[in-house]
């Protein structure tokens, strides 16, 4: 698949109609996410025949793509049945065929490596400080493979930190800086949009990972 | 709910040692057809948990996959159609899952497990 041709099939999907700013619920606009899933494919083969989980999923935007790229299973998991039940609908439309779990990722309890890849857009921690790494730490405890995620561009050095030596990654890498968009969701937003930089990150996990729980 | 989600799944309640496999509880199953991927299926075979996935089958209604099995069943194409079935194709629609150690249920409603704990849980 082209990377426009992802993009213009992500663009039209269903996106939060009641965004929960405590789950600091913003949608993962089709520009990001066909990059990324692009990129995880194309550069580093970490998705076609993969079985790849989207962390806090939302509307379901990067399994979606992780869907079109050529993942052999998607798992969708989300704290929020709202979110999941456009995500279903989302899937749906694109007739593509996705799991999709309600769950915590906080509590995610896993019986052993499964999931190649992890995908996520986490919460940046902006409104619950840490919610970023908690999805972290999650995420590289269960991927056998790579982790993909965004990051305030402003936290690089910190994140970089954490996924080293807190949650023992392999290798940790910024594989390019985003803009992401923040239309004005929510009340505190003052200005109408804004864009702030996110760096698209890739995680390995620890070599020997996938041997036990 | 595939039966390759509910392979992977845990009970999470804090304090449970032994929380897979998730008993099953049916109120409804349906079957959608998928594409057959054989190189998928010889993949994750040494992944699953062989008892839990037939033992799960078997409460969803579908009981044609052998007790024990090995790798050398995956030369066999009808071994194969027969995992890819069970593995892939039919799903708990409605019904619950069923913590083996306390026997707390989670429902899953529209195909979607619902893993949420309650505040004293976690």
Redesign the interface.
């Known amino acids: 698949m082209k990377l426009k041709q992802l993009e213009s099939m992500l663009g039209e999907l269903q996106q939060f109609s009641n965004p929960k700013a405590e789950l600091e619920q913003y949608p993962t606009g089709p520009h990001i996410a066909s990059r990324m899933l692009y990129t995880a494919e194309n550069s580093l083969g970490d998705v076609s025949?993969k079985i790849v989980a989207d962390f806090g999923c939302g509307c379901g935007t990067l399994g979606a793509a992780a869907s079109l790229m050529g993942a052999?299973?998607v798992?969708g998991i989300d704290?929020d049945?709202e979110s999941?039940?456009i995500a279903?609908l989302n899937a749906e439309d694109l007739e593509l065929?996705i799991?999709?779990?309600?769950?915590?990722i906080r509590?995610?309890?896993?019986?052993?490596?499964?999931v190649d890849t992890v995908v996520m857009n986490p919460p940046f921690g902006t409104r619950r400080t840490g919610a970023d790494m908690e999805f972290l730490s999650a995420a590289l405890k269960i991927a056998s493979r790579a982790v993909y995620s965004l990051h305030k561009t402003s936290t690089r050095e910190h994140v970089k930190k954490a996924a080293l030596r807190g949650f023992g990654a392999s290798s940790a890498e910024v594989l390019c800086e985003l803009r992401f968009d923040v239309p004005k969701l929510y009340k505190f937003h003052k200005k109408r949009e804004m864009d702030i930089a996110v760096d698209l990150w890739r995680f390995a996990p620890k070599t020997n990972q996938g041997n036990d729980n | 709910?595939?039966l390759?989600?509910h392979?992977?799944?845990?009970?999470?309640i804090k304090g449970v040692a032994n929380?897979?496999p998730l008993r099953i509880e049916v109120d409804q199953v349906v079957e959608?057809q998928?594409d057959f991927?054989p190189?998928?299926l010889r993949n994750m075979f040494p992944?699953l948990?062989w008892k839990a996935l037939v033992d799960a089958a078997r409460t969803m209604g579908y009981t044609e996959l052998p007790e024990e099995a090995d790798s050398s069943m995956l030369e066999s194409e009808e071994f194969l159609r027969k995992l890819h079935h069970a593995l892939l194709e039919i799903h708990l629609e409605e019904g619950a899952l069923v913590c083996p150690e306390t026997g707390r249920k989670f429902p899953v409603n529209?195909?979607?497990?619902?893993?949420?704990?309650h505040e004293d849980e976690?």
């Open positions: 025949n052999e299973q798992i704290i049945s999941l039940e279903s065929d799991n999709f779990i309600q769950c915590d509590n995610l309890a896993w019986r052993g490596p499964i | 709910m595939r390759f989600t392979n992977m799944l845990s009970s999470n929380g897979f959608k998928v991927n190189d998928f992944k948990e529209k195909g979607i497990p619902n893993m949420l704990l976690v």
